[in-house]
């Protein structure tokens, strides 16, 4: 179809309502969508990951045909489809537009191809604000100004003034801004008892044609789609936001960083994937959960520790990529310079936890934020592993991962690499914590309470090595100096064999004998 204007639909924005979607005239213009191999090799993607946003593309673009949009759609097995520049230039080039309508994009280097392109072929780019999200690039902006440090729980105490979520004569309901003191709790040693079934969605043909290219292109890449059952349309995702606020959300808040071995989901909502390929809007997932607590549906305290995963953390990395990047994901504030062990790609280890947290990232694409952040993320941070490769990983593997809010949450919150910004003070622990939080220690080797010796758990010997290296900068820091002191407990002689274990420990699993900087 010859055209003035394309409509450019890229594949983490399936709204329906989207602002690009709204400025397109179905007799005059031409919607663009665009499958990318180079989206499955430039990081080696997960081939859930790929089947996921493959299929929901491929329902959305038969959706916009159905409504009577005009179409061009680049399939993943044409030759132009090799890269995104490729396929856009093709697009550009047989439809002689010289004006492209977008939402702006997600990621960085996206919104970077696209303008070098238009650039190049003269075409006039006109982008629209995404309305998908709560608080805008400029309106984070705004609140940012010119703030020192820029800290999530007053974003978020921010966003809930603003938009009216869970306040009441102009306080927060219930009295408190966030209800910690009762969620976060380990299940104990009963373990969590019977768990609601989470509701899949039998691949139609549509999906089952994504799948079946991502296994016949990608076939090394890791993972399986053979258990695949995400939510891949506007329809199927309205349905896991129903199942989750009627069976999960209650005891959400309590167990929301609990951890339990051959239990995947447990309480949370699996929704990150369908909101963030905009299947489901932030606003209508806050609205539920809320009217949830109102009906007496669900308590306060899971209501409240639910909504601050979307008003707060999302839209807050949000925002920080966009104020931060490019060099974000280029930041190493600690140093960190050693390889990803290999068995974050096979899943074997000796180490319990870490083989049950990766070996389920493997087989579904999926894991939950303490699982993510207090066992693989962890320890990657006390191991000293270069962030790159593992927000390299975590871009990778898992099927809800896009940069804008995957890179803030590993360069920054996860490995501290932002040296700030994200976090205060980097989440360093010892394998107690994990302990503490799950039953994964109870059938491992490795005893949390030692750091060194045959039964010494890796994650206790790194995190007193981590502290030891990291001592100068973070010994009068003002939110972790108490961390840091415990190291007055160890004497001399304690500090050299904890030192030397965790030197032996990197050569055993990297082949590096030292990995980050005092």
Known sequence: MKTDTLVLILGDQLDRHSSALAACDKQHDLVVMIESREESTRVWSHKARTGLFLAAMRQHRDWLIDQGFEVAYIGIDQPEAESFDTALRSVVKKSGANRLVMTEAGEFGVEQQITSVCGELGVIVETRPDTHFICSRSEFADWAGSRKTMVMEHFYRHMRKTHDVLMVDGGPAGGEWNFDKLNRKPFGREGPGMLPRIPGFEPDDTTQGALDDVQRLFPDNP?????????????????SLDDFIAQRLPAFGPFQDAMWTGEHTLHHSLLS??????????????????????????????????VRQILGWREFVRGVYWKEMPDLVERNELE????????????????????????????????HHIQRLMVTGLFSLLLGVRPQAVHEWYLAVYVDAVEWVEAPNTIGMSQFA?????????????????????NYCSECQYAPDKATGTQACPFTTLY???????????ARHPRAAMQWRSLNRLDKSE?????????????RLTGESASGKA
């Open 418 to 438: 932002d040296g700030g910004i994200l976090g205060s003070k980097p989440y360093a622990a010892s394998g107690r914590y994990i302990q503490r939080m799950s």
């Open 336 to 367: 960190a310079t050693g390889p990803l062990p290999d068995f974050y790609w096979t899943g074997e280890t000796d180490m319990a936890c870490l083989r049950h947290a990766i070996g389920q990232t493997l087989e579904l694409g999926y894991a």
């Open 495 to 507: 500090r050299t064999a904890i030192k030397r274990a965790a030197t032996q420990l990197r050569k």
């Open 223 to 239: 993972g399986s789609v053979s258990a695949f059952s995400w939510p891949v349309t506007r329809e199927q995702a309205l349905a």
């Open 273 to 306: 994937a369908a909101m963030n390929l905009k299947l489901l809007n932030p606003r209508e997932v806050i609205d539920a959960a809320v009217a949830a607590a109102d009906e007496g549906h669900a308590p306060l305290q899971s209501v409240e520790g639910f």
């Open 464 to 474: 007193w090595d981590f502290l030891m290296r990291h001592e100068k900068r973070f």
